[in-house]
Each structure stands twice: as structure tokens, then as C-alpha cells.
């Protein structure tokens, strides 16, 4: 089946410090892949996504490449701060008959110190 | 654009009780919406997929006439807990996606319920 693994947690950085969230999947097919962010006490919000091989999604200064080779999606930012603190899920969708379906990793902490 | 709410944010009801929580998306048809139930520092566990006008598909292990969910439109699904009990004391989550093939959920802010 459909997994996602991302590096534990909690991550304590900080502020202005480099940022590197590990994700890795396992799929069949061509899934897409996403991090979303939740902030405490709040739902998911996409951070950002990729849908192809070598794809590389970004925002707010959040990137993320599609690796098909190494089955990876793994989250950098160059200066986080402190207004990052939050919990970081990778997830995938992936086709057949779990369409649409998101496969979530167990989610990582971060908690940014001024 | 793609907001999804969701009503109420808190719940508190006692044992026995059912309660009912509402997902709605508010700028998008959803044709597909789906409910989720995340433990604390938890990742989600997908609970159900409900699409617009049929029965919602159950993921194993999650007793369906306990949470009821009904999609009567492409605005609007609604998860219940029937006969509340402690131990569903958790943060509910929906997401909603739109057709066409789309497979970005958008999701809604969760709603924390609380049984006593």
C-alpha cells in the first residue's frame, strides 16, 4: 500500500537557522505529492505541492522537489522563523482505487526559537 | 479561493448525546469530501470518503453507525456521533476537493470535541 515516512520530531531551530524536513514515500504509480501545515489549534493548510517527477513546489520561502529516484520529497527552508513554529505533514495522492485519498506521514514539530 | 468551514469549532456534550458537525466549502462545488479524526501530536487517520448524493466509503476499523455522514449536497456534508461517549473525545477534521479530477483536499479549521 501507500505509505509516508518523515524524519521525527520535534525539531528545535533557531531563528534564521536552515530548515531540511525529510519525507520519503512509497506508492504505485505517479503520486502527487504535498506538505501541509497546522498551526496549533487550526486544520491543515498546503504549504505546497508537486504533481510529476522533478517538480518543485514552493512558497512562503518553503521548497520541496519531487525526487523520483530516491522516492523523496523533502521540505527546506533557508531562514525559518519563529512564526513557523508549527506541526509539518507530508502527504501523497495517489490513482487506482485510493484516488483522491490523502496518505498523511506522522507529521514533525518545529518549534523556532527567537 | 477553496475556503472550507466547519461548524462548530468546539463541542462539549455529555455521555449518551449525539452530535452533529457540519463541513462546508464556501467558494467551490465539492464533490468529494472527506473526514478525518486526529489524536493529540497525532497525525490524521482517515475516517470516511462521502461523494455528493451516495453513501459514504468507510476505511476499516471505523463503526459507520456510529459516525453517520451524509453529502446531500455539493456544499454541505455533515459527520454525527451518535451516542457520544469519552472516548470520541477528539479533533474532527474535513477536507473537500473538486471534480475534474482534482486531488488537492482543501481543509477545514476542525472542529474539537469534547465528551464528559
Known amino acids: 500500500g501507500n505509505s509516508v515516512t518523515q524524519m521525527e520530531g520535534p525539531v528545535t531551530l533557531s531563528e534564521e537557522a536552515f530548515l531540511t524536513i525529510n519525507c520519503t514515500y512509497t506508492a504505485t504509480g505517479y503520486p502527487s505529492l504535498f506538505w501541509y501545515v497546522q498551526y496549533p489549534g487550526e486544520g491543515l493548510q498546503l504549504l505546497l505541492k508537486a504533481t510529476k517527477a522533478d517538480d518543485k513546489g514552493s512558497n512562503k520561502g518553503f521548497e520541496a522537489t519531487y525526487r523520483k529516484e530516491t522516492t523523496s520529497f523533502h521540505l527546506e527552508k533557508g531562514s525559518v522563523q519563529v512564526s513557523d513554529s508549527a506541526v509539518y505533514f507530508c502527504a501523497l495522492s495517489a490513482g487506482g482505487t485510493s484516488y483522491g485519498k490523502l496518505t498523511f506521514g506522522q507529521g514533525t514539530i518545529l518549534t523556532v526559537h527567537p | 479561493g477553496a475556503v472550507v468551514s466547519q461548524h462548530p469549532s468546539r463541542v462539549i456534550c455529555k455521555s449518551g448525546t449525539s452530535v452533529k458537525i457540519e463541513c462546508r466549502s464556501l467558494d467551490f462545488q465539492a464533490t468529494t469530501m472527506f473526514w478525518y479524526r486526529q489524536f493529540p501530536k497525532q497525525s490524521l487517520m482517515l475516517m470516511a470518503t462521502s461523494n455528493e448524493g451516495s453513501k459514504a466509503t468507510y476505511e476499516q476499523g471505523v463503526e459507520k453507525d456510529k459516525f453517520l455522514i451524509n453529502h446531500a449536497s455539493l456544499t454541505l456534508s455533515t459527520l454525527t456521533v451518535t451516542s457520544a461517549h469519552p472516548e470520541d473525545s477528539s479533533f474532527y477534521i474535513c477536507?473537500?476537493?473538486?471534480?475534474?479530477?482534482?486531488?488537492?483536499?482543501?481543509f477545514g479549521p476542525g472542529t474539537r470535541l469534547t465528551v464528559t
Open positions: 477536507s473537500a476537493s473538486g471534480g475534474q479530477g482534482a486531488r488537492e483536499q482543501y
